[in-house]
């Protein structure tokens, strides 16, 4: 069977697993990374993510149900919030490949809590991340937006995938812990520097 015909009927895994196979011309068929991308947008990801009718109706949820940090968001008037969402989302953004939209929506976006369904488009993720970032500066906040989308800067991943969560890991890349050299606590460390990991941390340890 022709590529062509495989590809007609491929998911995304498929899709993503067809990039390596060369086509009648000898060539990697390398647009096939931006379908399986798109396709796994559009069977997966919009299948099973939270619809909301605003920004404000998703953010005041999002704020009650104790997944947003208020202290984030009431920096910020609706209106800019509203605002800021829009300018984030005018960039028209779109994975290029699927591990890049796989990896963010694994690790970095938000889910409810049974992890099933999904909170945050990326372009919510970096809006949550700017505003953080801005200490209320409207200014700021849209300039990082702008930077972080068309990836000029990327905030660490610790910073990534807490900013604005309300009950997440902390928004820092480093931890150094302090022990005595004896064997208990030695062994303590080790158990901090595992829970610190867990949450994103690169650790160091001093005894």
Not at 26 to 53: C, D, S, Y
Not at 97 to 122: I, N, Q, V, W
Not at 171 to 190: A, H, K, N, V
Request: negative net charge.
């Amino acid at each position: 069977m022709a590529l062509e015909k495989i590809v007609a009927s491929a998911d995304y895994q498929s899709l993503n697993a067809l990039v390596s196979v060369m086509d009648s011309n000898g060539n990697f068929p390398l647009h096939l990374e931006k379908m399986a991308a798109r396709a796994f947008m559009v069977n997966h990801i919009n299948q099973n993510t939270v619809f909301f009718h605003s920004v404000k109706e998703r953010q005041d949820y999002l704020i009650e149900e104790g997944y947003y940090d208020p202290k984030v968001f009431n920096q910020y008037s609706d209106d800019f919030i509203n605002r800021a969402t829009e300018h984030a989302f005018s960039y028209k953004f779109r994975f290029k490949s699927l591990l890049g939209a796989s990896k963010f929506f694994s690790s970095y976006a938000l889910k409810t809590r049974d992890g099933s369904r999904y909170l945050e488009r990326y372009e919510e993720r970096v809006v949550a991340v700017a505003l953080y970032l801005a200490m209320g500066d409207e200014d700021s906040a849209l300039n990082y937006i702008d930077e972080i989308i068309t990836g000029r800067y990327q905030p660490a991943t610790p910073t990534f995938a807490n900013a604005g969560k309300l009950k997440y890991g902390a928004p820092i890349s480093c931890f150094i812990t302090l022990g005595s050299d004896d064997l208990e606590d030695i062994s303590r460390q080790w158990t901090n520097a595992a829970q610190l990991s867990k949450i994103g941390g690169g650790v160091g340890i001093v005894i």
